[in-house]
């Protein structure tokens, strides 16, 4: 999302309709790339609602460790950049609190190596884009800094390739990038990839078979979905989303890429479409819609479940949910 600086109230952390309520989905919408898009998924799953988040967020860092899903960051009362940091044990389905984070964030490209979680860049309290990377040790409930970004940036993807947290696009001081850096947590350094062909922000990402896939994101609301083959560091482009939008969330399950809710390219309508890449086909199906439009939202994966963590359940960030969706 933009900052509530800069648009009339504003993803992750986020991850529809001309000022439709939450429950006003537009999944059924007529989609832009309709020959794309099947109507059933190869797996039936249904969604269900969760223990509530003890406070409601959106434009948050999601990320799992183990059998827990860490959120970090956000918005808090319709106010941006917060230390929050919950915990959901998905065993015990209890949340907790974590330590905060070190400086109020939000907007934070988030994922876990190791029983690490890594959180990098977002927005800060001075509205602009960070290099920061903190770095959550989660046997010890403690936050170090680490090597920060070779450039600020905030509403990034990171996701976790053989080991190594890869950052993606996002806004930096002069606009959208497609930069695509690597960091190795062994050496506490960064790398530099092939970069996005074309930069964004507000995307959804996640591993499929040992690759990247990005699609979607800013500015205004795009339908690219884009793919990184690390053994010839190369980008080519795949089936564009049948729906284009931004402030999505992506997950990776069953051999499939997932791109869940979303915003319009407007800032006033949310959505719940689901769409699945299947990477064989190359062919978008719809899962089952989100109960209830949601943007600047993650996504995190566990045993076979997405969990969806609270976000905006309007368009801008002026109106949080504390829900937690799961899909499985």
């Known amino acids: 999302m933009t900052r509530l600086g800069r648009v009339a109230a504003v993803v992750v952390l986020v991850m529809f309709g001309a000022c439709r309520s939450a429950g006003d989905s537009r999944s059924g919408a007529t989609t832009t790339r309709e020959a794309h898009a099947t109507t059933s998924a190869p797996t039936p799953k249904v969604w269900t609602t969760g223990p509530a988040l003890p406070v409601a967020l959106s434009e948050v860092g999601v990320a799992a460790d183990g059998a827990s899903i860490h959120v970090l960051g956000g918005y808090v009362a319709g106010r941006p950049h917060s230390t929050t940091h919950l915990v959901f044990d998905t065993a015990a389905r209890r949340w907790r609190t974590g330590a905060p984070l070190p400086v109020a964030l939000d907007h934070i ?5 190791d029983h690490v979680v890594y959180a990098a860049g977002g927005y800060g309290a001075n509205g602009r884009p960070s290099a920061s990377l903190y770095a959550y040790d989660t046997t010890k409930d403690t936050w170090t800094t680490r090597a920060g970004l070779p450039s600020a940036r905030a509403a990034a993807v990171a996701v976790v390739l053989d080991g190594r947290l890869h950052v993606i696009g996002g806004k ?8 695509h850096d690597v960091y190795d947590p062994r050496l506490n350094q960064w790398t530099q990839a092939a970069a996005l062909p074309l930069p964004r922000d507000h995307a959804a990402a996640a ?3 040992g690759r990247i896939f990005v699609a979607g994101g800013r500015p205004g609301a795009i339908d690219s979905t884009e793919v990184y083959e690390p053994k010839t560091n190369t980008w080519s482009a795949e089936a564009a989303l049948p729906l284009a939008r931004n402030s999505i969330a992506g997950a990776a399950l069953d051999g499939r890429f997932l791109v869940i809710g979303g915003e319009d390219a407007n800032e006033r309508g949310v959505y719940t479409r689901v769409d699945a890449l299947d990477p064989e086909t190359h062919r978008w199906s719809e899962l089952p819609p989100l109960p209830a439009g949601r943007q600047g939202i993650g996504a995190a994966v566990i045993a076979g479940r997405v969990y969806v963590p609270g976000g905006g359940p309007s368009g801008g960030g002026s109106r949080q949910s504390d829900v937690l969706y799961v899909l499985g």
Request: hydrophobic fraction near 45%; charge should be negative.
């Open 207 to 209: 591993v499929v078979g």
């Open 172 to 179: 930096g001081p002069g606009g959208d990038v497609g930069e």
């Open 109 to 113: 490209a988030t994922a876990a190596v």
